[in-house]
């Protein structure tokens, strides 16, 4: 059939149709019908009734169908479908992921990083706007994340959906790692597979801030931006909390000139990234209660340092935001362009597993170079 035989009418009718059902995320929906899902489940190698995520507390589980299901709906070409089940199996070892995390008022979102051949197979964009719109996989790839949350754990905003005001990029980060303009190893090696693998790493977050600092040559003055954006009071809720930095390539490389390598990079943000206690005091989150929560120090305490002419939280004490310097603690990413020294700093919902998934299709062999 050539296009000038298809049937808008037709189409406009199956897209209305899945409107109707409730399967949309608010955008058009392709419609999934069984021999295309079935061109999808013969790039997985897994049998469609494989159970591959559940959530107990709503008695809800995926399967590898119906996530190929979601996957079709979303507007993946089949050969994605590899990479949608690595990044549900890798969001899967997240704890916060194969928990509560979806329903959380923090309204997270699946942040989907991937390494190795598979980026140039597929078109993946690990360039310039890696974080924008514009490439089929990227965007479709993320979004069929989220319709598999939706449509097969049936969590939807103003139900089972509990965010508060939730983030603009829930369902839409996806990007590749520029490993070709990277002075590092990929992200997927900090997560356990060598490099020259195709494989994915994820994490939920709850949000990210960028870093412009294009005009500095000091690592330490770099870094020291990245610290202080990192170690922001807004972001505390517990003693401690995980970040992610996504450097572009400029930052990169400005870094391992001066020496740093990730581990080096990791030792001096978790050193450096955190908040005296006096300013810590002025935002009340200075104290802790008996399950790690913050909030303001007892009132008595004060009472007592105003009388006294003093302030409780002038000491000199800095709390450090990260609990420690390992890759789970703070992931480091290099994507972008070479054109600006600006990067990204990521909100990690908790800790990253540290665990990446390698892709695999048909007699479960990943992709190598």
């Not at 809720?237 to 990791?266: N, S, T």
Request: proline content about 8%; charged content about 20%; glycine content about 12%.
């Amino acid at each position: 059939m050539t296009v000038g035989e298809l049937d808008p009418d037709a189409a406009q009718a199956a897209v209305e149709h899945c409107y109707e059902q409730g399967w949309s995320d608010g955008l058009p929906l392709v419609p999934a019908t069984r021999p295309v899902v079935d061109r999808f489940l013969a790039t997985a190698g897994r049998q469609a009734d494989e159970v591959i995520g559940r959530l107990p507390q709503l008695d809800r589980a995926v399967t590898v169908e119906l996530a190929a299901i979601n996957a079709v709906m979303a507007g993946c070409l089949p050969e994605y479908f590899p990479v949608v089940l690595a990044a549900w199996e890798a969001l899967m070892r997240d704890r916060a992921a194969a928990g509560g995390g979806w329903q959380s008022t923090s309204g997270p979102a699946p942040l989907i990083v991937l390494n190795g051949p598979v980026r140039a197979e597929l078109g993946v964009n690990a360039v310039g706007g890696a974080f924008g719109p514009g490439f089929r996989p990227n965007a479709t790839i993320a979004r069929a994340i989220g319709l598999i949350v939706r449509n097969a754990y049936g969590i939807h905003p103003h139900e089972l959906e509990q965010a508060t005001q939730g983030l603009p990029g829930r369902w839409s980060i996806c990007l590749g790692e520029n490993e070709e303009d990277s002075p590092w190893p990929p992200l997927a090696s900090d997560g356990g597979v060598p490099p020259g693998v195709s494989a994915v790493s994820a994490t939920l977050l709850r949000t990210c801030e960028f870093v412009d600092n294009r005009h500095t040559s000091s690592a330490a003055q770099l870094l020291t931006d990245f610290a202080d954006t990192i170690g922001r009071s807004g972001a505390w809720i517990f003693r401690h909390a995980g970040a992610g930095v996504v450097f572009c390539p400029e930052h990169a490389h400005l870094l391992a000139k001066a020496g740093f390598d990730k581990e080096r990079v990791r030792a001096w943000l978790a050193e450096h990234s955190g908040r005296s206690t006096a300013e810590l005091a002025r935002a009340g989150k200075d104290a802790l209660d008996g399950h790690g929560v913050r909030l303001p120090g007892e009132p008595a305490d004060h009472e007592r340092a105003h009388a006294a002419g003093t302030d409780p939280a002038d000491g000199p004490e800095f709390q450090r935001m990260l609990p420690g310097a390992e890759p789970q603690n703070l992931m480091i990413v290099v994507a972008g362009a070479r054109n600006a020294g600006i990067s990204m700093v990521l909100r990690l919902f908790g800790a990253w597993s540290a665990a990446s998934v390698p892709v695999t299709g048909p007699g479960s062999t990943s992709i190598r170079t």
